[in-house]
C-alpha cells in the first residue's frame, strides 16, 4: 500500500470521528440528560479533539509523490 492511500485512509478515520462527534454532541444536548449526556459529552469532545489532530497532520504533512 503507498503512502497516498495510507494518508486517505488516516483521513476518511478523522472524518468518521468528527461526524461522530457532531452527532455526540446533539445527542447529548438535546436528547440526553444527567450523567449519560456528560459521559457520550465527555466521548464526543475527545473524538471531536483526535479527529481534528488527524486532520490537521494530514494537511500539514503535504502532498506526496
Not at 20 to 34: D, N, T
Not at 58 to 63: A, E, F, K
Request: hydrophobic share 65%; aromatic share 16%.
Amino acid at each position: 500500500m503507498s503512502i497516498s492511500m495510507l494518508k486517505m485512509y488516516i483521513s476518511f478515520v478523522g472524518m468518521l470521528l468528527l461526524f461522530l462527534a457532531m452527532g455526540l454532541i446533539f445527542l447529548s444536548r438535546y436528547k440526553l440528560k444527567g450523567w449519560i449526556a456528560r459521559i457520550v459529552s465527555l466521548f464526543a469532545y475527545i473524538s471531536l479533539i483526535f479527529g481534528a489532530f488527524i486532520i490537521i497532520y494530514i494537511v500539514l504533512s503535504g502532498p506526496t509523490a
